[in-house]
């Protein structure tokens, strides 16, 4: 322990910390138009590796699930905090009565293997087609397998990869925005001596 004593709390509650915040985009198409839609996400992770596939949960009954249900793809791109009051605004407003796009100014990009925009100011963008949902009693989890992933240039380091110090990665931590901090040191330094 850290010193201190360990209490108790009276009910049970999730501290799970931190959980990424994403932005998730659908497009419905119907004979009325086409509808394209933002909605942010902190109950997010990697569900496998091979394929890659993520998990993004949703309340249900809401808007984006029900387009996800019908088109059974999505998109996830990743904001950096600099989009932080575009993210908040989209959690706002409901999705089937806004273009949160036009709210936001956020700008769209069409993707490369699926029918739905993608954010050009999110530096990562992943599009995911609907592998299952499983459904619980607050929250559907849709699983989706990552069939394309765009990275601004901006974003890459000199090795090809996603530098995360530039993305400055959003957090969400009971009821507040964070971001990541600072990088501590490589995975398994203790085995590799790095």
């Known amino acids: 322990m850290s010193g201190g004593s360990m209490a108790v709390l009276k009910r049970v509650k999730n501290f799970l910390a931190p959980l ?5 985009t659908t ?9 394209d839609n933002i909605i942010p996400i902190s109950w997010t992770g ?14 249900r009954g809401k808007y984006s699930g029900k387009v996800i249900r019908k088109t059974r793809e999505f ?17 706002t ?11 936001t100014g956020l700008e769209k990009f069409e993707a490369a293997e699926i029918d739905v925009p993608l954010i050009k100011q999110c530096p990562i963008n992943m599009e995911c087609r609907l592998e299952n949902i499983v459904s619980f009693k607050s929250h559907d989890m849709y699983i989706g397998r ?3 992933t765009h990275i601004d240039d901006d974003y890459i380091d000199k090795d090809g990869e996603p530098d995360f110090k530039k993305i400055d990665i959003l957090c969400y931590v009971n009821g507040d925005y964070w971001t990541m901090g600072k990088r501590v ?10």
């Open 75 to 91: 998109a996830i791109a990743i904001p950096g905090a600099k989009n932080l009051k575009e993210v908040d605004i989209c959690g």
């Open 185 to 194: 040191v490589k995975l398994f330094f203790t085995r590799t001596g790095k």
């Open 93 to 103: 407003v409901h999705g089937d009565k806004t273009d949160k796009f036009e709210l």
């Open 146 to 148: 990552i069939v394309s």
């Open 20 to 24: 990424p915040v994403v932005l998730v």
């Open 46 to 59: 990697i569900v496998e590796s091979a394929p890659h596939m993520v998990n993004i949960n949703i309340s």
């Open 27 to 35: 497009r419905l198409k119907q004979k009325s138009g086409v509808s």
